[in-house]
């Protein structure tokens, strides 16, 4: 979550995100027209980019430098690409191709898959375990669990009843989010064992198509975005067999009643009361429109992005404590010229009452991450694991040097 990638008519464009009010402007490329899958290998310069005018083909860039590291054909369209330190994953509708990122070589075709219209397919970002998710089925909701290190399957996950619309891993490759057509109920899976631990409900209104699923770096949030115009932000409670007791407060005695209740209602109806409800929301400004959500870590504050096909990204403040409704602070185009868009309406600045963020943010030092349980600049990363992003997973591999990916020819 610490740079945006996104493809254009003209190109493609890659900005930082580690400013609210200043959107930096890392790269653009105007060399390849039509760009609908552009992917970044974390902080590197290296860009993996698949253009309209040639949808079967896959090119890898040293975007530094300018230079095309090598390129690679398939038998159909493209249609999602996914990698990390150790592998890229190629997603057509009915084959996944894994490479070796190293070296650029093919080390695994997974033939005859369901039918993936979408490319739907998670890959972890946590290189030491590689776990690829993808549709078992075309007809109900089941995930294919793949371990991309030793080429073999690890399980298969009944996670729901119908077909699969979104799928995301943790940070670490230890927990997998999933969402079925329906879009009212997301599932949280265990990795590898693929147990059930924790179920939440979007709502039973209306069907939804859920276009984005998202972990926070340190687990403790699930973000899910959809077609209408409301972002659902969910809290994963630690797992534990007594509960402390509750508050004297009406709340409290109804959820107690609730709870009583469910044990005389059909498993299927206690089942759908007990599930947790959106810790923090986001209500936007359009519907309709494809998006993608991010749950980050900006200046030491937690934050939600929210980017939109019509090229706007917009930031939210996220308090990691109270939850809420979340406050939208800035809007920035990313169709113009690279530079912000200033906010012209009011609404969009941060409200004076005392919110979560704006009181960290006047405090005349700077918060410990003591004071943020789960926030640190680093995303959340456990001490000792954090990576230089410039290294691979098999020693230090420079993208710098001339001679780290040989052209490869096909």
């Given at each position: 979550c610490s740079s945006l990638a996104i493809g254009t008519t003209t190109g493609y464009r890659l900005f930082s995100l580690s400013s609210v009010e200043q959107l930096d402007q890392i790269h653009e490329s105007n060399e390849i027209p039509d760009v609908y899958i552009v992917e970044?290998?974390?902080?590197?310069?290296?860009?993996?980019?698949?253009?309209?005018?040639?949808?079967?083909?896959?090119?890898?860039?040293?975007?530094?430098?300018?230079?095309?590291?090598?390129?690679?054909?398939?038998?159909?369209?493209?249609?999602?690409?996914?990698?990390?330190?150790?592998?890229?994953?190629?997603?057509?509708?009915?084959?996944?191709y894994i490479h070796?990122?190293?070296?650029?070589?093919?080390?695994?075709?997974?033939?005859?898959?369901?039918?993936?219209?979408?490319?739907?397919?998670?890959?972890?970002?946590?290189?030491?375990?590689?776990?690829?998710?993808?549709?078992?089925?075309?007809?109900?909701?089941?995930?294919?669990?793949?371990?991309?290190?030793?080429?073999?399957?690890?399980?298969?996950?009944?996670?729901?009843?119908?077909?699969?619309?979104?799928?995301?891993?943790?940070?670490?490759?230890?927990?997998?989010?999933?969402?079925?057509?329906?879009?009212?109920?997301?599932?949280?899976?265990?990795?590898?064992?693929?147990?059930?631990?924790?179920?939440?409900?979007?709502?039973?209104?209306?069907?939804?198509?859920?276009?984005?699923?998202?972990?926070?770096?340190?687990?403790?949030?699930?973000?899910?975005?959809?077609?209408?115009?409301?972002?659902?932000?969910?809290?994963?409670?630690?797992?534990?067999?007594?509960?402390?007791?509750?508050?004297?407060?009406?709340?409290?005695?109804?959820?107690?009643?609730?709870?009583?209740?469910?044990?005389?209602?059909?498993?299927?109806?206690?089942?759908?009361?007990?599930?947790?409800?959106?810790?923090?929301t986001v209500r936007l400004n359009i519907s309709g429109q494809r998006n993608i959500c991010a749950l980050s870590t900006i200046q030491k504050l937690p934050r939600l992005l929210v980017t939109t096909s019509d090229g706007h990204l917009y930031i939210y403040n996220l308090d990691p404590q109270d939850g809420g409704e979340c406050v939208l602070i800035k809007n920035h185009s990313l169709l113009g010229s690279g530079k912000m868009e200033e906010n012209k309406e009011n609404d969009l600045q941060p409200p004076v009452p005392q919110s979560y963020a704006a009181t960290v943010a006047r405090q005349s030092t700077v918060p410990s991450t003591s004071t943020m349980p789960g926030y640190s600049e680093d995303g959340g990363a456990l001490r000792g694991e954090v990576i230089p992003e410039h290294e691979f997973a098999t020693g230090p591999v420079c993208l710098d040097d001339e001679n780290e990916f040989p052209p490869v020819s096909i």
């Open positions: 970044r290998l974390f902080s590197s310069s290296l860009v993996v980019v698949v253009s309209h005018a040639k949808p079967q083909q896959m090119n890898v860039y040293h975007f530094k430098k300018g230079t095309e590291i090598c390129n690679y054909s398939y038998s159909s369209k493209i249609l999602s690409i996914r990698l990390n330190r150790q592998r890229l994953v190629v997603c057509l509708e009915e084959s996944i070796n990122i190293k070296d650029m070589k093919l080390l695994k075709t997974i033939m005859d898959t369901p039918p993936n219209t979408t490319g739907l397919c998670a890959l972890s970002i946590n290189h030491a375990n590689s776990y690829l998710a993808y549709p078992g089925s075309a007809t109900s909701g089941e995930i294919a669990l793949y371990d991309g290190n030793t080429l073999k399957t690890a399980c298969t996950i009944p996670a729901h009843d119908g077909p699969l619309a979104a799928l995301a891993f943790n940070s670490t490759g230890s927990k997998l989010a999933s969402a079925s057509e329906k879009g009212t109920v997301i599932r949280v899976f265990s990795i590898p064992g693929g147990q059930k631990l924790y179920e939440f409900r979007r709502g039973m209104k209306r069907y939804v198509n859920i276009s984005s699923l998202v972990f926070s770096m340190d687990s403790q949030f699930l973000c899910a975005s959809s077609n209408t115009e409301t972002v659902h932000i969910f809290k994963l409670e630690h797992l534990t067999d007594s509960r402390p007791e509750e508050p004297p407060t009406w709340s409290g005695y109804m959820g107690k009643m609730f709870q009583a209740a469910t044990n005389y209602l059909p498993a299927q109806v206690s089942g759908m009361m007990s599930q947790d409800r959106a810790f923090a």
